[in-house]
């Protein structure tokens, strides 16, 4: 048997995947292009998430557009962060042109150019459905994490989130949280609540939070906080049976990383807690996809590294796969790395010895390989070619394999600016969560308390005491039911999932 028939049988016999899955390109050998191997990535294990790597230039976007259209196919909605904002183009078929007719001659595959179905997101002003989340949702724990609290400030913040849970003030926006700071700090009953029931807290530090805020707020980050919020279950639209692409725009973040991270982090727990267990369905539900994910572990601290790696082990049985791209593996903490079942390799360049270590580094990892030199060609693969290992349906990894990516079907250029016009215009999701709604929450609740308390207190001081529980169980019920108050108590059952998370909780009473 040659060794190209040897190479047929071998690698046939590792990618033969009995159910549905997906082909990401045909396999090399001695630079040739195999057309009968296909590497090929069984859909039961594309929720053991993965790796795409490579230096700059290699092909990594165009992997994950080509492996996002492959999911597509198979009805299995995604979402895609796109930190370069060079993602769009799927919702637009592509044209063909000559790199692409070799490409396909080459793999002896058809090709069908065609769009997807996208869903422009944002957090940002851009156009797009606006991801917002309330300021309770997203927990004191995190927010303190973008505000760069210190310890005592963020203990502090858990304590004021646990006295508007107590009192009843929904914290919806910036502005609630903002208002409650200062009634507990400037106001006397305020400050008497508070020191009743956690003890004094030195104003200073409920000042330094409040200055925090409004910096958060001059670098734009008004915009996430409020209502509605977005609800993790619309990211699972399929049209005409193809799952929708979610390609979130993150183009303005590569300067605050931190902001960055723990926004994913908040995305992983909300997904997490919003969605059952799935078993063995035999298909992922989503797929996310973090470009240039050196930013997401660039400057997190160490708590949220290890919660990030937390969720990415659990949220496996959610049916939810996580593909980090990035240049070089190195770029993703060693625990993380270890989790990562399908790995891409594009190209690595080992101009200096750091280089070189992660070259090394990089091949250790793979299977061993008796068809290839695997770091001499590692370094040597081809634009659009990669190093594949992905896990069969038994979860065993399969050979490494050189591999001749397939090119995408839709358009590998973005949108131009009316393209996404349209695309926006004629969005459900964009209409349903455009408007932003000022239900009645904190900052509305605590300025009638204000203004309650001085038409009762101060003309005759000595109804104060008795008039005061009354108002206080009326404001209760109103809160409750109040539409704010429903999804007060909605909220409260989330941040009650946290908190057996054991991961943003409160230590709430109700459980
Ligand atoms: N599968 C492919 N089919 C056709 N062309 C490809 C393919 N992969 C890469 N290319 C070509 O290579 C170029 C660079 O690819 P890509 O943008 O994916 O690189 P990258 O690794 O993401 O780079 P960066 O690190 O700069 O983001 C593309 O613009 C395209 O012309
Ligand atoms: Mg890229």
Not at 94 to 108: A, C, L, P, V, W
Not at 232 to 248: A, H, M, P, S, Y
Not at 372 to 400: D, R, W
Request: aromatic content about 6%; proline content about 5%; charged content about 25%.
């Amino acid at each position: 048997m040659s060794n190209k028939e040897k190479f047929i049988t071998d690698l046939n016999s590792k990618y033969n995947p009995k159910g549905d899955h997906i082909i990401l390109g045909k396999g090399m050998l001695d630079g040739e292009i195999v057309t009968d191997v296909n590497v090929s990535i069984p859909l039961k294990t594309v929720n053991r998430h993965g790796l795409i790597a490579g230096a700059t230039g290699t092909g990594k976007t165009k992997t994950l557009q080509v492996f996002v259209e492959q999911l597509s196919h198979a009805g299995i909605p995604t979402l895609v962060m796109d930190i370069k904002g060079d993602l769009s183009g799927i919702a637009e078929s592509g044209t063909e042109n000559d790199n692409i007719k070799e490409r396909y001659s080459k793999t002896g595959l058809p090709y069908s150019p065609q769009n997807f179905p996208v869903e422009l997101m944002t957090i940002s002003g851009a156009k797009g459905v606006k991801l917002r989340a309330t300021v309770l949702e997203f927990g004191p724990i995190l927010l303190s994490k973008i505000l760069g609290l210190n310890d005592t400030q963020q203990s502090i913040m858990s304590i004021v989130f646990k006295y508007c849970d107590d009192k009843a003030l929904p914290l919806v926006d910036l502005n609630d949280l903002k208002k409650v700071l200062q009634y507990v700090t400037d106001n006397p009953i305020g400050k008497k609540e508070l020191a009743d029931d956690y003890g004094s807290i030195a104003p200073a530090s409920l000042g330094a939070i409040l200055r925090s805020i409004v910096a958060m707020e001059q670098q734009g980050a008004t915009a996430f906080f409020g209502e509605p919020s977005f609800d993790v279950e619309d990211l699972l639209q399929t049209r005409d049976g193809k799952g929708v692409v979610n390609i979130f725009r993150v183009d303005d973040i590569q300067s605050k990383p931190n902001l960055f991270s723990t926004f994913i982090l908040s995305l992983f727990a909300e997904i997490y807690m919003t969605f059952p267990e799935e078993g063995d369905s035999g298909k992922p539900k989503l797929v996310l996809f973090i470009d240039e994910a050196h930013l997401l572990f660039k400057e997190a601290s160490k708590t949220l590294l290890s919660q990030i790696e937390t969720m990415v082990k659990l949220i496996r049985s959610k049916g939810i796969g996580i593909y980090f791209i990035t240049q070089i593996p190195g770029d993703v903490p060693e625990n993380i790395l270890s989790q990562l079942g399908l790995k891409i390799q594009h190209a690595l360049r080992g101009f200096t010895g750091k280089d070189k270590k992660e070259i090394d580094k990089a091949v250790e990892n793979y299977p061993t390989t008796e068809f290839y030199n695997a770091s001499e060609l590692i370094q040597n693969l081809g634009i659009g070619e990669a190093f594949v290992t992905a896990l069969n349906e038994k979860g065993i990894p399969t050979p490494l394999v050189h591999t001749y990516l397939i090119s995408p079907e839709s358009r590998m250029d973005i949108l131009t600016s009316s393209e996404i016009d349209d695309l926006t215009r004629n969005s459900d999701l964009v209409r349903k969560y455009e408007e932003n709604i000022d239900k009645e929450s904190a900052y509305e609740i605590l300025n009638k308390r204000i203004e309650e308390h001085t038409q009762t207190v101060i003309p005759t001081p000595t109804r104060g005491r008795t008039a005061q529980p009354k108002e206080e169980a009326g404001m209760f019920e109103t809160v409750l039911k109040s539409s704010a108050g429903r999804t007060f108590t909605n909220t409260l059952m989330r941040e009650g999932a946290r908190a057996i998370l054991g991961m943003f909780g409160l230590g709430r009473r109700k459980r």
